[in-house]
T-cell receptor, first 114, second 110 residues
């Protein structure tokens, strides 16, 4: 597709379960970012990938969060043993490169932890 | 680390009034970007400023980058209900990743 694709669009799960969120960036974009946005709040940076470089994981809130990017394209954000405070919209963005390039966002995954 | 502060956090205006949001960085920026997020939507890139003192216009929107490249503003003339949303600035520090401000939420009373 032409834009950043995220799936699922909505996810409801019970506390303690693991979840996987997927992001398919724009073709040719080497940089990929994950953000978390709680209701009415700003964008909380989680992690970013640039090409084959080691990812910048400085925003991950705990070791329950991890992400990988296979083949320099699709990325998966995994949250283990989910907690209620993990409820938020998880946004993925991609750009041609990191730093100065504009970011293109997906529609996000709305995660609700019961 | 680099921080980007944005004010005000909220702004409510009557349709037809002007609106301005301000962005300030603790460090000199290589560029500043502005995004708009409509209610229920995702952030959408509006513009990028890279030069000291740069001013760019998009219809009723005017974007400025400060001379010291540490601050920026977005001004909307004669707001319309379609301007409703949250406006984010994001500062880039050369090789550093973009840092987003917390956004200004604009509501417009018709």
């Amino acid at each position: 597709g032409a834009g950043v694709s995220q799936s699922p669009s909505n996810k409801v799960t019970e506390k303690g379960k693991d979840v996987e969120l997927r992001c398919d960036p724009i073709s040719g974009h080497t940089a990929l970012y994950w953000y978390r946005q709680s209701l009415g709040q700003g964008l909380e940076f989680l992690i970013y990938f640039q090409g084959n470089s080691a990812p910048d994981k400085s925003g991950l809130p705990s070791d329950r969060f991890s992400a990988e990017r296979t083949g320099g394209s699709v990325s998966t954000l995994t949250i283990q043993r989910t907690q209620q405070e993990d409820s938020a919209v998880y946004l993925c963005a991609s750009s041609l490169a990191w730093g100065n390039q504009p970011q293109h966002f997906g529609d996000g995954t709305r995660l609700s932890i019961l | 680390g680099q921080q980007v502060m944005q004010i005000p956090q909220y702004q409510h205006v009557q349709e037809g009034e002007d609106f301005t949001t301000y962005c300030n960085s603790s460090t000199t920026l290589s560029n500043i970007q502005w995004y708009k997020q409509r209610p229920g939507g995702h952030p959408v890139f509006l513009i990028q400023l890279v030069k000291s003192g740069e001013v760019k216009k998009q219809k009723r929107l005017t974007f400025q980058f400060g001379e010291a490249k540490k601050n920026s503003s977005l001004h909307i003339t004669a707001t319309q209900t379609t301007d409703v949303g949250t406006y984010f600035c994001a500062g880039g520090g050369g090789s550093e990743k973009l840092v987003f401000g917390k956004g200004t939420k604009l509501t417009v009373n018709p």
